[in-house]
Nanobody, 120 residues
């Protein structure tokens, strides 16, 4: 069983910065891609950024140039550096990991979410 625990959310003024972290723990054989999603009130969950096991990132158009995703494979941790935050970035941010068992079975795991609130 694998758990993902996010941290780093909070309240910040527009234009400010936050850094989210997500640590995976438990019975881990291999972590492939890792992602950050977010869900604002009344809206569907959307992909914010993803990163492959080799470190190649991709971003939603809405956060390009402002957010940076990175990972530390030795620590089973993914980060999301968020700069120039806007009120529309307000949401619960979720970590997602694509995991693989020793026998090659692939599955996804989600964290519990961390609230990010950006004031205008």
């Amino acid at each position: 069983q694998v758990q993902l625990v996010e941290s780093g959310g909070g309240l910040v003024q527009g234009g400010g910065s936050l850094r989210l972290s997500c640590v995976a723990s438990g019975n881990i054989f291999r972590i492939n891609a890792m992602h950050w999603y977010r869900q604002a009130p009344g809206k569907q969950r959307e992909l914010v950024a993803g990163i492959t096991s080799g470190g190649s990132p991709n971003y939603a158009d809405s956060v390009k140039g402002r957010f940076t995703i990175s990972r530390d494979n030795a620590k089973n941790t993914v980060y999301l550096q968020m700069n120039s935050l806007k009120p529309e970035d307000t949401a619960v941010y979720y970590c997602n990991a694509q995991l693989e068992t020793r026998r090659g079975y692939e599955y996804a795991c989600w964290g519990q979410g961390t609230q990010v609130t950006v004031s205008s």
